[in-house]
């Protein structure tokens, strides 16, 4: 059974960075598609970043220059970086994991395609 469990939310100043990482066990497949979403306070699940088995990353375009998704294989790890964050970047986060490839950017998934979803961990920013 696949298990995906977030860490490193916290809150930071405007302006601050942050590393989440979500730890994966019981994926065996060597193809996948893992992505980064967030939830903020009233509003509807919007994605992040996704990365590839492949390698290939997308962001949608709020993430852009700022946050970086990787994955360490060896540790069964996925991060994402988070810089220069602001007050709307404040929400879960959620980690997800299909064993489908990414078919399309992140910024045209649904949460539909994902059948993995950690618990989430909480981002607040301060202005």
């Known amino acids: 059974q696949v298990h995906l469990v977030e860490s490193g939310g916290g809150s930071v100043q405007a302006g601050g960075s942050l590393r989440l990482s979500c730890a994966t066990s019981?994926?065996?497949?060597?193809?996948?598609?893992m992505a980064w979403w967030r939830q903020a306070a009233g509003k509807e699940r919007e994605g992040v970043a996704a990365?590839?088995?492949?390698?290939?990353?997308t962001y949608t375009d709020s993430a852009k220059g700022r946050f970086t998704i990787s994955r360490d294989n060896a540790k069964n790890t996925l991060y994402l970086q988070m810089n220069s964050l602001q007050p709307d970047d404040t929400a879960m986060y959620y980690c997800?994991?299909?064993?489908?490839?990414?078919?399309?950017?992140?910024?045209?998934?649904?949460?539909?395609?994902?059948?993995?979803w950690g618990q989430g961990t909480q981002v607040t920013v301060s202005s």
């Open positions: 997800a994991a299909d064993v489908l490839r990414c078919w399309t950017p992140i910024s045209t998934m649904t949460t539909g395609f994902f059948e993995h």
């Open positions: 990365l590839d088995s492949d390698g290939t990353t």
């Open positions: 019981g994926y065996t497949d060597s193809d996948y598609c």
